[in-house]
């Protein structure tokens, strides 16, 4: 919405500036001098008066200026009137004559000599004068400025010249390279999408029984999780042409080009049937029409784009063999007539993948690069959960480059954890110096969530504790492995998240008596999960199993951009305000309960945080279990 917005005001503003100049050339033609007719008589008396100062003579008519002080009657007309309103004094001082035939030059002429009046016979063209400087170039800069900004609008005056021209990609089979084979962890997608290059191939086969075959078929998931490689496999499956175009390339500035561009696209398709058509990024151009409530005068491009697109999916049937495929990682923003039956009826859901999926996902791009004997992909997939298949990939690549810079032959299975953490917690700033005054309290802030996600029941095993600085926001960090991919959580586990979550601010409480601002980030989480621990999951006794301001309406207008008004009442909000706050508080209560008994290993541990930076594995746990001396028995 936001570029958009953008385009829209400049837009307007080229508006704006046509507006402006067209209207100085008015100003200025309104304005201009206007030669004024009068008699030849009055034009002799004048030249006796002395009040000529100059006159152009041709066969038909003579063409003069008075001398400045002489004054004409005022011309008739909208300029006078406009020059009269402005405050212009006096009438014109040009003025034209008729000359009458017959009456000799050389009497004229010795006349004007008599009265030193400058005169030359050659006309002043003033009519064609006039059409240059009034009309041809103020049109001429306007037009000049009017593709600059276009231009800098981002190429748009050359598009405007070819408009609605479809920017689809078409692809051959033999282009493509990717298969199904570089899918990996999205089986049922992968089934689905089969099925539909085997529609493509076998029409036949599945019209037998009187089948009809879908005619849009939506792919749903977060970012990152193969949507657009899934499209570009299906490309190279498919044994036919395939137009990819991205949703954003039809939106233009020019009303009337997206939709252009979609009727473009289905014709060329129809064409080339049997064929696929694929539209990238779909919440682009679908997104719900309701909620465009547009900057200038309602979001008409895209509309019409949708509108368009709409038609068209109506307009021709399957049987043709023309199937469109599209992507969105917002479903939830689309319009609803794009997802009724006999358009985007199918929807296929490409999640995250589970740990089997991620094992597969990184067997593939671990093709790509050397693996030393012996580094356990699987690990690397445990200890990766809700991470999608283009983290895992980044996640690959960051391992090969920290093994090349290392000098290795091959990737080991530490350049893929340290690759995990940097993948989750930025890239390590080892460069950022930290006082000592700010190690030792970070120390004891991450200390305090390993002891803390080590003494309630529910936790993840913390199997690492680190004080280097990641990142521009984590000055440490508590890794916690999770044992296994959870889908579900209960309330107890929930509440343990949450003290985890607060041992580190507790943990600076108990060792200096105040806390520092490094732990807002964990008071936000904090809050996070309490609040939708009350007004989700329905785990607050006071409010009961109903949830707030999550309704599907609400979920709508949230998408479209619009404001939601709350769906409970002011009252409601202050209990949901208290529940919220008393968990938290609780929590608190509890962590300071926990570390309050374990300050002992709090101090040793950040003692020796501080000068190792990091503790980890089996030394770790056994630290955290309160052995006191089995880090320093580590280190000798
Ligand atoms: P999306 O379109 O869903 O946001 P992409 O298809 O653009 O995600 O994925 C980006 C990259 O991540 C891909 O090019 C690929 O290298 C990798 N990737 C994502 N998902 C998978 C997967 N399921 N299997 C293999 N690689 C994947
Ligand atoms: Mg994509
Ligand atoms: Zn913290």
């Known amino acids: 919405m936001k570029p958009q917005l953008k385009q829209r005001t400049q837009f307007s503003l080229v508006y704006l500036i046509i507006a402006f100049i067209v209207l100085l050339m008015v100003q200025s033609w309104l304005l201009a001098p206007r030669a004024v007719e009068i008699p030849m008589s009055r034009f002799l008396q004048l030249l006796r008066e002395d009040k000529v100062e100059k006159v152009s003579l041709t066969d038909k008519e003579i063409r003069g200026v008075l001398k ?61 004068r006039d059409l240059i400087f009034g009309w041809i170039l103020p049109l001429g800069v306007m037009v000049g400025i009017w593709l600059f900004l276009m231009r800098r609008m981002g190429g748009g005056a050359t598009q405007a010249l070819s408009f609605g021209r479809s920017k689809a990609k078409i692809y051959d089979r033999k282009e493509l390279k990717t298969t199904f084979a570089d899918v990996a962890g999205v089986d049922e997608a992968k089934a689905e999408l089969v099925e539909v290059v085997d529609f493509l191939r076998n029409p036949k086969k599945y019209q037998r029984l009187g089948g009809r075959i879908p005619k849009g078929v939506l792919l749903v998931g977060p970012p990152g999780t193969g949507k657009t490689l899934l499209a570009r496999a299906v490309a190279g499956e498919a044994d036919v042409p395939f137009f990819f175009m991205s949703g954003s390339e039809f939106v233009e500035m020019f009303v009337g080009v997206g939709a252009a561009r979609v009727r473009d696209l289905f014709e060329q398709a129809k064409e080339k049937a049997p064929c696929i058509i694929f539209i990238d990024e779909l919440d682009a151009i679908g997104k719900t029409r309701a909620g465009a409530v547009g900057f200038v005068g309602g979001h008409d491009e895209r509309e019409q784009t949708l509108n368009q697109l709409l038609a068209e999916m109506d307009g021709f049937d399957s049987s043709k063999g023309v199937i469109i495929m599209a992507a969105t990682n917002r479903p939830e923003v689309l319009d609803a007539a794009l997802l009724r039956a006999g358009r985007f009826d199918r929807q296929v859901v490409v999640d995250k993948p589970d740990i089997n999926g991620r094992e597969a996902i990184l067997k593939i791009h671990a093709r790509n690069v050397t ?40 990737v080991e299975s530490a350049d893929l954890e340290e690759a995990i953490d940097r993948v989750i917690a930025g890239l390590e700033k080892k460069s950022r110096v930290l006082s000592e005054k700010e190690r030792d309290i970070v120390a004891h802030h991450e200390m305090g969530h390993a002891l803390v996600a080590a ?39 929930l509440e343990d998240r949450i003290a985890v979550m607060l041992g580190g601010r507790v943990a600076e409480e108990i060792v200096y008596g105040e806390v520092s601002t490094g732990a807002h980030n964990d008071l936000d989480r904090a809050t996070e999960v309490a609040r939708l621990m009350v007004t989700r999951y329905g785990m607050s006794e006071r409010l009961g199993p109903l949830t707030f301001g999550n309704d599907q309406r609400g979920q709508f207008l949230r998408g479209a951009g619009l404001p939601v008004e709350r769906d409970y009442s002011e009252e409601t909000a202050r209990v949901i305000d208290e529940e919220v706050r008393a968990i938290v508080e609780r929590s608190l209560a509890r962590v300071r309960g926990i570390l309050g008994g374990k300050k002992a290993i709090l101090l040793r541990g950040a003692d020796e945080l501080k000068t190792r930076e990091t503790l980890e594995g089996d030394p770790l746990r056994r630290l955290l279990a309160g052995e006191l001396e089995a880090v320093k028995e580590e280190v000798r």
């Open 371 to 410: 693996l030393a004997p012996g580094v356990e992909l699987r690990l690397i997939a445990a200890r990766t959960p809700g991470f999608a298949g283009a983290d895992l990939a980044n996640i690959v690549n960051e391992a090969a480059l920290l093994a090349a810079r290392k000098g290795k032959d091959a």
């Open 455 to 493: 003494s309630v029941e529910h936790a993840d095993p913390v199997h690492k504790v680190s004080i280097i600085p990641r990142g521009i926001a984590a000055l440490g960090m508590t890794y916690q492995r999770p044992v296994e991919d959870r889908y579900l959580l209960t309330r107890s586990e």
């Open 68 to 128: 400045p002080g002489a004054l004409l009657p005022p011309a008739a007309g909208p300029g006078e009137r406009v020059r009269q309103l402005l405050g212009s004094e006096g009438g014109p001082a040009v003025f034209t004559t008729t000359r009458i035939p017959g009456v000799e030059d050389s009497a004229l002429v010795k006349e004007l000599e008599q009265h030193r009046v400058e005169f030359s016979g050659k006309i002043e063209t003033t009519l064609l």
